[in-house]
Nanobody, 125 residues
Framework: QVQLVESGGGLVQAGGSLRLSCAASGRTFSGYGVGWFRQAPGKERNVVAAISWSVGSTYYADSVKGRFTISRDGAKNTVYLQMNSLKPEDTAVYYC??????????????????WGQGTQVTVSS
């Protein structure tokens, strides 16, 4: 079992930055894929970014490329999402999720077995 806890959400003005953290307990992220998803009110939950813990390869949704960066810290067993140049349309609840090692397609929500509780990000115009 993997327990995930997100932190770092909040209210920021357009153009500002936030860094989200996803800390794992119960086991390490080693071998897992870790993704960030977001869900705005009345909309589907969609992938924002994902990282393969072992290889370090990353995936980004087109809407966040060049603005968001996903990274990992093995010593802290934590994955980060650095969000820069935030826009009002980035407003959503952001979720961290973990996919078992044998699930290769990290852009799909169906690959993930473990989810955090979510953290709210609000970008004001």
């Amino acid at each position: 079992q993997v327990q995930l806890v997100e932190s770092g959400g909040g209210l920021v003005q357009a153009g500002g930055s936030l860094r989200l953290s996803c800390a794992a307990s119960g086991r390490t992220f080693s071998g897992y894929g870790v993704g960030w998803f977001r869900q705005a009110p009345g909309k589907e939950r969609n992938v924002v970014a994902a990282i393969s813990w072992s290889v370090g390869s990353t995936y980004y949704a087109d809407s966040v490329k060049g603005r968001f960066t996903i990274s990992r810290d093995g010593a802290k067993n934590t994955v980060y999402l650095q969000m820069n140049s935030l826009k009002p349309e980035d407003t959503a609840v952001y979720y961290c999720a973990a996919a078992p090692p044998y699930r290769a397609y990290l852009a799909s929500e169906s690959s993930y077995d473990y989810w955090g509780q979510g953290t709210q990000v609000t970008v004001s115009s």
